[in-house]
């Protein structure tokens, strides 16, 4: 017989939630030592392990005499079962921990064999493997997680406020029970905590890869077999850019936030999209831009164009009455609100909403039009493809990459509809405009539904051979990012 338990008060679920915080600070104190860190100016520390373990202690002994049944543990066991027997936990573990590992191969290897010029590159360690991460922008990210913002009016060069908060914030809080968490001032170990805070963005990286993994395989299951769901997975995890997981970077976070954003709206859970759409847009400068793929679906749900998302009608969703369009277009701006808090908090410090905006030029991104976009087509007309290559062939692999994801977007419009393409445009176009190749290939990595649309129309038969030249090209990608040539 099963015993039916009945729906959780809200305040047992954050109890609970508490408890578990708590015990996990306690434990890290055990682990790594005590710490100190500041949350909106209020610092907190803590230097002895038992105590954090005590009020967690009390806290669950609270729960418990209020409310017995499901207990924690009985919760723990059950979602831990729930998890390990979900079919795409099954299907994506191996890919993901075999592709992970190989990258780190990979990059350890191209230090060893290529290697690199040392001077002058941001350093947290004098081992090569505890410094692995430590590449191109994961300094600034770095910085921000362990100090937070700063800006100087009279430098005119690169700062940090630039960098969008959520991916840096969710390091920070990983740090703190990881043994990264901020030192008190002349700690000795301060170099050691420094590479934790380093790899716990790594970790917070790869956790959201593996989270937008998840929602991807669901996806493609709602209206595909699970051959077809695991061939999109493998393409994510083969991308030639997908090393860029395997760094404190804000990929994986921009990735989960965008499929899961997309998963829900499509399921109208509008809490759920309230929440992925606003962290999209804290997490980087052009997160705001998923507001226009889902304007387009809340008009195919409830307004007068139901082409814009045809794969509604695979999930068997009708569309919604019309007086209903107002709320999906409000949900549907949340990324534009975490776009405003980033812009409020800027205008609270220094005065300057854009700040985040007018300091891109110092990383080469000013409008410059079509001509950056036109130059390959130029240097190939006047001295060759093949001797183009040679020359350019960093801007090579962008300027391929850009072609393969555009270049499916126009049947993505019609197989998943006008709104997938949509986020495809806008996350390319304004880039290309304002910076040109700079950085296009790194951005075309977590446009999931180049994945989608490749496994779902693809034959099986060629699904392996692109994976493997995908995993090709993903390698030396790997082996040019770590060992500091511009490709990044």
């Keep these: 017989m099963t015993i039916q338990h009945s729906p959780l008060p809200l305040w047992t679920r954050i109890a609970d939630v508490v408890v578990l915080v708590i015990a996990a600070a306690g434990l890290s104190v055990a682990l790594f030592g005590g710490f100190r860190v500041v949350l909106g100016g209020i610092p907190f520390t803590a230097h002895e392990p038992l105590r954090p373990l005590g009020l967690a202690a009390l806290i669950l002994a609270l729960r418990h005499v209020v409310r017995r049944s499901p207990s924690l543990g009985a919760r723990i066991i059950a979602a831990a079962k729930a998890f390990f027997r979900a079919e795409s936990v099954g299907s994506i573990a191996p890919l993901f921990l075999w592709s992970r590992v190989a990258v780190l191969l990979v990059a350890t290897l191209s230090i060893s064999t290529f290697g690199y010029q040392r001077e002058g590159r941001s350093r947290v360690s004098e081992d090569e493997m505890a410094n692995l991460p430590a590449r191109w922008d994961a300094a600034w990210y770095l910085a921000i997680a362990r100090s937070g913002y700063e800006f100087d009016p009279g430098i005119k060069g690169q700062q940090n406020v630039a960098f969008f908060p959520a991916f840096p914030m969710v390091m920070r809080a990983a740090g703190i029970f990881l043994g990264g968490h901020v030192d008190e001032p002349g700690a000795a170990n301060a170099n050691a905590r420094l590479v934790a805070l380093l790899w716990s963005g790594v970790l917070v990286n790869l956790a959201a890869l593996a989270g937008a993994l998840g929602y991807i395989y669901r996806m493609v299951r709602d209206f595909a077999d699970r051959d077809v769901a695991l061939a999109a997975v493998s393409l994510a995890l083969a991308y030639p850019t997908a090393f860029i997981y395997n760094v404190p970077y804000t990929e994986g976070l921009f990735l989960l936030g965008s499929v899961a954003t997309f998963y829900h709206f499509g399921r109208n859970q509008l809490a759920a999209v309230t929440l992925w759409g606003t962290l999209v847009g804290l997490t980087r400068p052009n997160g705001f831009i998923l507001a226009g793929p889902l304007i387009a679906i809340a008009l195919a749900r409830s307004g007068p164009w139901p082409a814009l998302a045809p794969w509604l009608d695979r999930l068997n969703r009708q569309p919604d009455l019309p007086t ?9 701006l949340t ?11 800027l205008q609270a410090m220094w005065g300057d909403a854009f700040l985040w905006a007018r300091i891109q030029v110092a990383w080469g991104r000013t409008y410059e039009g ?3 976009a036109l130059d390959p087509v130029g240097g190939i007309a006047q001295i060759g493809f093949n001797r183009y290559a040679t020359l350019m ?9 850009f072609l393969l994801a555009v ?8 197989r998943l509809g006008l709104a997938y393409s949509m986020l495809i445009f ?3 176009v304004p880039p290309l405009l304002a910076g040109g190749w ?3 290939a790194r951005l075309t990595a977590t446009l999931f539904p180049v994945y989608i649309y490749l496994a779902v129309a693809m034959p099986a038969r060629h699904r392996v051979g692109l994976i493997m030249m995908f995993a090709l090209l993903q390698g030396l990608g790997a082996s040019l990012f770590f060992t500091w040539r511009p490709f990044y």
Aim: with cysteine; aromatic share 8%; net charge positive.
């Design 324 to 332: 209903r369009l107002s709320r999906d277009l409000a949900v549907a």
């Design 335 to 345: 990324p534009v609100l975490g776009l405003l808090l980033y812009c409020a908090y």
């Design 370 to 372: 079509l001509r950056p």
């Design 393 to 401: 062939g960093y801007e090579l692999l962008h300027v391929l990459t």
């Design 407 to 414: 270049g499916v977007s126009i049947p993505i419009a019609w």
């Design 426 to 428: 806008l996350t390319l």
């Design 438 to 440: 700079l950085s296009m």
